[in-house]
């Protein structure tokens, strides 16, 4: 079944240490995106890749970085995690190479604590 | 920039239609959207409605949409309580943009 998957689901680490949030997606999408979601709700954009060797960052600026070396991955790497870290990190993708009604399909995101 | 504004909470009673109501300031805006976010998951899509439609309906969920005053709104008819969970609004307006999304409105359905 095609799907988009983030691991791991709950993390908790100590400030200073390096962590990758994974994201996969087995759709075939060349957009992919990461949003960080504050307590008070909003989304904001973070990175996002159009394909393969193509990433950006996005309207609220980050610490992290990303990566796109294949399509179906979309991995997001804290070098040195901070307590103002603490989030929940939510990847996404879609399929927008025609016009058309396409919704960006979520992961059910990785909820990140620093301590 | 596209901007798109939501109130942020709403307290129904179980039985009772919600409204939930979005502006947006993007007048080129070609779909927009209904996500549902439940607690501890990700997004997931409800509906969208194509800019040159005023109305659709789906079960017991209708989404209007006034172009003029660029105004979108969801009704959930007979809420449940498994309808509590945060909706947001989003746009799309050309071809390979990203979307924008609202900050949420929160509903919280009583018994």
């Known amino acids: 079944e095609a799907d988009i998957y983030q691991t791991p689901r709950y993390l908790v680490i100590g400030t200073g240490k390096k962590i990758t949030l994974e994201c996969s997606q087995t759709m075939g999408h060349d957009k992919m995106y990461w949003y960080q979601q504050d307590p008070g709700m909003e989304l904001h954009l973070i990175h996002y890749?159009?394909?393969?060797?193509?990433?950006e960052k996005g309207d609220l600026s980050s610490e992290s970085t990303v990566s796109r070396i294949r399509t179906e991955h979309f991995p997001l790497t804290l070098e040195s995690a901070r307590p103002s870290h603490t989030s929940q990190y939510l990847c996404?993708?879609?399929?927008?190479?025609?016009?058309?009604?396409?919704?960006?399909?979520f992961g059910s995101g990785t909820r990140l604590t620093v301590v | 920039g596209e901007d798109v504004e939501q109130s942020l909470f709403l307290s129904v009673r179980e039985g009772d239609s919600s409204v939930i109501n979005c502006t947006y300031t993007d007048s080129s805006s070609t779909y927009l959207y209904w996500y549902k976010q439940e607690p501890g998951a990700g997004l997931q899509l409800l509906t969208y409605?194509?800019?040159?439609?005023d109305m659709k309906q789906d079960q017991r969920l209708t989404v209007l949409l006034n172009k003029k005053d660029k105004h979108l709104s969801l009704r959930i008819a007979d809420t449940q309580t498994g309808d509590s969970a945060i909706y947001f609004c989003?746009?799309?307006?050309?071809?390979?943009?990203?979307?924008?999304f609202g900050p949420g409105t929160r509903l919280s359905v009583l018994p």
């Open positions: 989003a746009q799309r307006n050309n071809y390979g943009q990203n979307f924008v």
């Open positions: 409605i194509f800019s040159n439609m």
């Open positions: 890749s159009y394909g393969v060797n193509s990433t």
């Open positions: 996404a993708s879609s399929d927008e190479g025609e016009v058309g009604p396409y919704g960006y399909t």
